[in-house]
């Protein structure tokens, strides 16, 4: 089995996506209310500025015994976040348990234990390159009009590729980063 999974901040919700090995696409196995929120829409670009990133990430931790209860930890900063944000763009995101939030994930601990296992059952059938893509809202066309106004327009616009890529195909999107580090689907 592997894994992949998506939040979108409006809406607060993770979702799971699962396929068998050798299967081509993913199937939306289950979705998980955020238990809370921090910051506003926007990609994280700052320590301390408590905001959620937004972007493609990869798992690369698992914490059996967090803070709160249970986490996994994405590989923020990436370099789009490296490129785009501050001298210190901050570290240590996380998907947790508990209901609290300065930037990470929660959904509570019930719920993390779920994902927490999926996520090491997959990784245990040999998956290594665990993603995880974090988008404000749902990027389709009437909700990037719908937004057309902010200020983080630009860097959402090269988000949408992959999100609606993903949405065509039910499958991942091969993603690289810029040097100006706009996101670029190929």
Known sequence: MEVFFRVFKIGRRLEVWARNQGEATFQLLRTYPLAATSGTLGPKRNEGDNQVPEGFYHIDRFNPISTYYMSLGLDYPNASDRALGGVNPGSHIFVHGSNVTVGCLPI??????????????????????????????ELT??????????????????????FAYFDAHVRLPTVEVAATGRYVVR
């Not at 719920?111 to 296992?117: A, K, M, P």
């Not at 909700?143 to 988000?159: A, D, G, K, P, V």
């Open 108 to 137: 509570t601990d019930d719920c993390i234990q779920e994902v927490y296992l999926l996520a090491l059952e997959a990784r245990c059938a040999g998956q290594q390159d665990m993603q995880i893509h974090i988008f404000p809202f």
């Open 141 to 162: 066309p009437p909700n990037m009009e719908r937004y057309q106004t902010s200020r983080h327009y630009s860097f959402w616009q090269s988000l949408q590729p992959g």
